[in-house]
């Protein structure tokens, strides 16, 4: 028996830390509904993370995540306003002795539902940061009962029992459970596509949350641009049956029901809070990408894995690996470096 050690660099820890968060960015635009006051609101949302040296490796054995960035794209804000009925009422005067009145003018005869899409993607950032220890366990598969170390190696893993514990440990974190679970089903089996591969043993590296946090970083100057078109759409939305020459006679008519609409949401004065609520409280949105990456990193992707017993020579002829044993294994974090250290025997 002998005893080997391997160190990585926190240069190259930082990549196996980034690939697995990256997996969130695999995961397809989620859907969400809620409401901020008298409004409905629809939200589509999507991940990318922007590459960067994001790892510090501590003398105290703990990854610090510093500023992962997670770009929102695609985000689409729908949200729905009900205005109407709005009529112009009659006006009396007195002509030459006669009460002379105009009609009643219906404006907007019923009540009018106007979806007005918000597209924010690629234009918000959250900045993720964490402190997490490094945990060790040995992933066996029920498929593989039965087999062989070398026959475990060259089968192909096409079952679904790592998608089940994907399933079940989305269906267990706080806020990520709110989803449908059809949507808890569907991100299940793309996240397990990145992780499964065949069915011998894997030794999988996990970190786990200590503390983290996470801050909206940038509402840029573009979605003030965007907002203040809200009102041209809604009046487009509410007058496309009047003739060009009519509609700003028609939009000035409304301009009450429009500064009513402003007031509400204060628009001007407060965008970025109006904004910064409306995704991270009235949404959940920070919450739930908080419980994801804290869920990915802990239970779902692993940072690192690899086999056990670990095929050290493939044969292309298509002749047995050579496996060695994987024992007595420790994982060591310092300030420079990820060291792993273990004892090997044949197999």
């Known amino acids: 028996m002998s005893h080997v050690q391997v160190a990585v660099n926190e240069r190259a820890f930082n990549k196996l830390v980034y690939g697995a968060a990256n997996a969130l960015s695999h995961v397809a635009p989620l859907h969400f509904n809620g409401s901020l006051g008298p409004f409905s609101l629809d939200l589509l949302v999507g991940f990318k993370l922007i590459p960067g040296n994001i790892v510090d490796l501590t003398s105290a054995g703990t990854v610090v995540i510093n500023k992962l960035e997670i770009v929102y794209d695609p985000l689409v804000i729908t949200f729905g306003i009900d205005i109407g009925p709005v009529v112009i009422p009659p006006y009396c005067a007195d002509i030459l002795g006669w009460e002379v009145c105009t009609p009643e003018i219906p404006i907007i005869p019923t009540t009018v539902?106007?979806?007005?899409?918000?597209?924010?993607?690629?234009?918000?950032?959250?900045?993720?940061s964490g402190e997490f220890s490094l945990s060790t366990s040995l992933q066996t598969l029920a498929a593989r009962a039965g087999m062989g170390n070398h026959r475990a190696h060259a089968t192909t893993d096409t079952t679904n029992e790592i998608q089940t514990h994907i399933l079940s440990v989305l269906q267990s974190a706080t806020f990520i459970s709110l989803l449908p679970t059809s949507t808890l089903t569907s991100i299940a089996s793309q996240l397990a596509a990145l992780v499964k591969s065949n069915l011998a043993d894997k030794q999988q590296f996990y970190l786990h949350e200590i503390r983290q946090n996470i801050n909206l970083i940038d509402i840029g100057e573009t979605v003030k641009n965007i907002l203040n078109g809200i009102?041209?759409?809604?009046?487009?939305?509410?007058?496309?049956?009047?003739?060009?020459?009519?509609?700003d006679i028609a939009k000035a008519l409304l301009e009450p029901v429009i500064?009513?609409?402003?007031?509400?949401?204060?628009?001007?004065?407060?965008?970025?809070?109006?904004?910064?609520?409306?995704?991270?409280?009235?949404?959940?949105?920070?919450?739930?990408?908080?419980?994801?990456?804290?869920?990915?990193?802990?239970?779902?992707?692993?940072?690192?894995?690899?086999?056990?017993?670990?095929?050290?020579?493939?044969?292309?002829?298509?002749?047995?690996?050579?496996?060695?044993?994987?024992?007595?294994?420790?994982?060591?974090?310092?300030?420079?470096?990820?060291?792993?250290?273990?004892?090997?025997?044949?197999?």
């Open 259 to 347: 500064d009513a609409i402003g007031f509400v949401l204060d628009l001007p004065s407060n965008l970025t809070w109006w904004l910064e609520g409306l995704l991270g409280t009235n949404l959940g949105l920070l919450n739930t990408v908080l419980g994801f990456v804290e869920q990915l990193l802990g239970a779902i992707v692993p940072v690192y894995q690899f086999e056990n017993p670990y095929p050290v020579i493939e044969d292309s002829s298509g002749l047995i690996p050579v496996l060695i044993g994987v024992e007595k294994l420790s994982a060591v974090i310092n300030d420079d470096e990820f060291v792993l250290s273990t004892n090997i025997s044949n197999s």
């Open 113 to 128: 539902h106007i979806p007005v899409p918000i597209d924010l993607s690629g234009l918000v950032v959250s900045s993720y």
């Open 231 to 247: 009102l041209d759409k809604v009046l487009d939305a509410i007058f496309g049956w009047v003739p060009s020459s009519l509609r």
